[in-house]
C-alpha cells in the first residue's frame, strides 16, 4: 500500500521559513517523480513544484520561483520543500504527490494527506 506523509507544516510570520518533508512507502521511489501542490481556503489545488526521479531536473510555479526549493533523498524515500521568504498568501495545505515515471508529472497517481501551512502577517 502506497503511502505519502507530510510532515513540518505550522505557523510562521511573513518572511520566515519552512522546510516539508514526504516520507514515501509502498512503492519503489527512484522510478517516480515527486511534486508538492497546495490548496488555499476557497481555491482550487495547484501545483508547487516537481522533481523528476532522477532529481536532475525541477520545476515550480512563477508564484514560488526563487523562492522554494525542491529537493529528494532517493536513499531516505524522502521529498522535500525548503520554502523562504514565505508570503501570507503562501498559507495553505500542502500536498505531496507522486507520479511513476512514463506519465506527466502533473498528473500524480498518489496523494499524501497534507500539511497546512499558515503564514501571518
Known amino acids: 500500500q502506497v503511502q505519502l506523509v507530510e510532515s513540518g507544516g505550522g505557523l510562521v510570520q511573513a518572511g520566515g521559513s519552512l522546510r516539508l518533508s514526504c516520507a514515501a512507502s509502498g512503492l519503489t521511489f527512484s522510478i517516480y517523480h515527486m511534486d508538492w501542490f497546495r490548496q488555499a481556503p476557497g481555491k482550487e489545488r495547484e501545483f508547487v513544484a516537481a522533481i523528476k526521479s532522477s532529481g536532475r531536473n525541477t520545476y515550480y510555479a512563477d508564484s514560488v520561483k526563487g523562492r522554494f526549493t525542491i529537493s529528494r533523498d532517493n536513499a531516505k524515500n524522502t521529498v522535500y520543500l525548503q520554502m523562504n521568504s514565505l508570503k501570507p498568501e503562501d498559507t495553505a495545505v500542502y500536498y505531496c504527490?507522486?507520479?511513476?515515471?512514463?506519465?506527466?508529472?502533473?498528473?500524480?497517481?498518489?496523494w499524501g494527506q497534507g500539511t497546512q501551512v499558515t503564514v501571518s502577517s
Open positions: 504527490a507522486a507520479a511513476v515515471v512514463g506519465t506527466s508529472y502533473t498528473s500524480p497517481a498518489y
